[in-house]
Structures are given as C-alpha cells and as structure tokens.
C-alpha cells in the first residue's frame, strides 16, 4: 500500500491555551502530514497561535460550528489532492499517537472512527449520556453492517471517497456533525471501520458538553439518523463543490 | 357596524403599508404579491360581509368569524412554514460562502508569502 498524502484538520474555536501544544505533537508522531487548522470565528489568538506553530490556516469569518469547519476542511483535502483527512480536536483531548491507526485502517474502509469504548479504555460516561450514546451506537451499527460503539467520537480519518462525498454533503447543524456524517456515508454505500483511541481530559477552555447534552443530542441524531434514512434513494445535493 | 369599520380600516392600512414596502424596494414582488391579495380579499370580505355569509352557508359552517379565523390561521401556518423553509436555504447558503470566502483567503495569504520549503 502506497503512503497517502495525509491532512491532519483541527476545527478550533477559541483554543489559544492548546492549539499550538497540540500541532507540535500532531507533528511529532506525523512529520509526514500537513496541518491544516480551521480558525471558526475565534475571537482570541487561535489563529495566529497555529501560524505560528507552522499549521496552514484557514479562518472562517464568522463561527459556523463544528460541522461547518470540518466541511471546509474536506473541500480543502479535496481541492489540494489529499487521500486522507485525519480530525483532531483542538483541545488536547485526542492522542496524536493513534494517527498513525486511523491512517493505516483506510486501506480497507472510507471512514475510521476511533472508538473510547475498549478493554484499555480508561474513559467513562455514565447516566442518561452513555444512555444516548448506546442506542445510537446500535441504531448506526445496525445500518453499517458492522459495529460502531462510538458514533459520537470526533477522533476520526476519512479516505478519498468519504472526503469527496463531505466536501459535499456534511452536517453542518449544531450537534448533528458526528453522528449525521456517519448516516450519511452509510447511505452512501462507504465502509466504516472502528479502531481504539485513547482520549484525555481538555487541557484548556470549557466543554462544549453541558447538561442538556444528551437530550438535545439524542433529538438531533435520531432526526439525523431518520431523515438520512428516510431519504429514499440517496440523491446528493449538487449546489456546492 | 363598528367592526366593519374596523375592517375595511386594517386592511387598507395594510394594503398601503405593503405597497409602500414594495415601492421603496425593501419587499420582493414575490412577498409583496402574497399579502397585497390577503389584504385585499380582507377589504372586499369588510365591505361586503354578505360573501363571507354566503361561502359559509356554501360550506355548512356554523358561524362566519369560525370560517374567517380557520382560513387565516391555515394561512399563516403555510407562510410560515414556506419562511423557514427559504430560512434554512439562506443559512445553508450563507455557511457555504463563508468557507468559500475563508478558502479563498487561505490561497491569498499562501500565494503572497510562501512559507519556507514549499
């Protein structure tokens, strides 16, 4: 298998406090990728932060979410030729030590989600939360065929099909990115695979995850989940890319 | 007699109000042409109650003001279900030309100082 020409996108909103730490250990376990980081509205140092640290950035003019940022960086993945996105969150909670798992699993699957839930894992949800995260994790699983414990996971990689199809179709709703995008490539046909991650604590800023996150969330991954089920034939909506 | 009055009032105030809008320009044609109609079948119905008596008799409902409120309520729901459908077409299209324009930017910014070992 030949090497493929990976990018490595961090969406960022307003992580000066973690950015560059993050690029420069991308960077450390990947010299081979670029590092692109999409700036979404930030109102502090972000961006320069990451020019600083040597990322190619693009910033957004105004903030979109998470969805909208990710997009942007699958039109750019597509536009300049990459084979390989690679996700990372800006706030230190995902080990660039798996990159290289989440590149390599690509030569047998579109889409690689890396999964919290394994036998090492040291992470844990509990309650209502991990209540949600179950039935969608069964929900998704059922229509891919093959198991996905952790549909809401961030930490992913993305191979030249699934950039294609999310420069082109990729949730950009609050909370419908993660879960919405894996709906949308299963009804595409795409193969996605899972391979354990680790996950740390955030380093810096506020999550993004107050209470009400499992309510809203399961809401707006099941009406994802549905409308992308219910689409019928699947039929790509051709106004961009 | 007083809400007659009060009827072909409103809806002359509205049917000015519109058409005024449209004239400066700040209401599309398609916008405008929806409620100078609405306002104008409220002004023929105010002035002549008996076509509203008449189509409610046609359609075997109770009172008129049942009919009146039923018509205007489905009305509305449409409109504005049709508004945030076109909503939702902007907001889409408005996030697509933000990354284009921040795509666009980042070409700007490579091509005047290209970073060293590109």
Sequence with gaps: MTTPRALVAIPAWN???SIADVIAKVREHRPDADILVVNDGSTDETAD????????????PFNVGVGGAMRTAFLFAKRN???????VDADGQHDPADLDRLIDGLADADVVVGTRFHPESMYFVGGPRRWAMVLLSKSLSRMNRGEISDPTSGFRS??????????VDYPAEYLGDTVG??????RRGLIIRETPVTMYFRQHGRPSKNALWSALYLGRATLAILATGLKGKYTARTDAA | MTAQILGVIASL??????????????LQEKYAVLWLGVSGVALVLALFPGILRWVTDLLRVETPSNLLFFVTIVLLLLVA????YELSRHEARIRRLAEEVALLQQEITESREPRDGE
């Design chain 2, 13 to 26: 105030l509205t049917f000015v109000f519109v058409f005024w809008l449209l004239r400066r320009g700040s």
């Design chain 1, 181 to 186: 995008s894996l709906a949308i490539a299963i």
């Design chain 1, 49 to 60: 932060r990451a020019m600083n640290a040597g990322a190619t950035v693009i910033s957004l």
């Design chain 1, 158 to 167: 993305a191979g030249p099909r699934a950039i294609s199809l999310f420069a």
């Design chain 1, 81 to 87: 030729g990459y084979t390989a996105l690679v996700q």
């Design chain 1, 15 to 17: 992580e000066q406090g």
């Design chain 2, 81 to 84: 279900v049709q508004l945030s």
